[in-house]
């Protein structure tokens, strides 16, 4: 029943920053690992970020490593990521995901349980 709700995507020039938030119910936040991941049509979905539930520890995929930050407010049970210096290859549907427990292999679709819906974020030139 847990369930996972994007929001704050859009449209922005290159250059410029964007947050997107997740907000989660249905299961303790603090207890509940969360990640970023982002699709483009024709391809894989990508691993962004994640961030586990306990001392606040953080990991990025190669590409936004640097500009985006991932962080939570458990008062919210909201996940956010905060992304600067967007780039046109940035563009892409981008999902939320949760996760009992956050492995080594988080970058693999298969060891998160939850997904959100996706929002849209488009860079332009």
């Known amino acids: 029943q847990v369930q996972l709700v994007e929001s704050g995507g859009g449209l922005v020039q290159a250059g410029g920053s964007l947050r997107l938030s997740c907000t989660t119910s249905?299961?303790?936040?603090?207890?509940?690992?969360m990640g970023w991941f982002r699709q483009v049509p024709g391809k894989e979905r990508e691993f962004v970020a994640a961030?586990?539930?306990?001392?606040?520890?953080?990991y990025y995929g190669d590409s936004v490593k640097g500009r985006f930050t991932i962080s939570r407010d458990s008062a919210k049970n909201t996940v956010y990521l905060r992304m600067s210096s967007l780039k046109p290859e940035d563009t892409a549907v981008y999902y939320c995901?949760?996760?009992?427990?956050?492995?080594?292999?988080?970058?693999?679709?298969?060891?998160?349980?939850?997904w959100g819906q996706g929002t849209q974020v488009t860079v332009s030139s």
């Open positions: 995901a949760g996760a009992a427990n956050l492995r080594s292999d988080y970058d693999r679709l298969r060891v998160w349980d939850y």
């Open positions: 961030i586990a539930w306990s001392r606040s520890l953080t």
């Open positions: 249905g299961r303790t936040f603090s207890r509940l690992a």
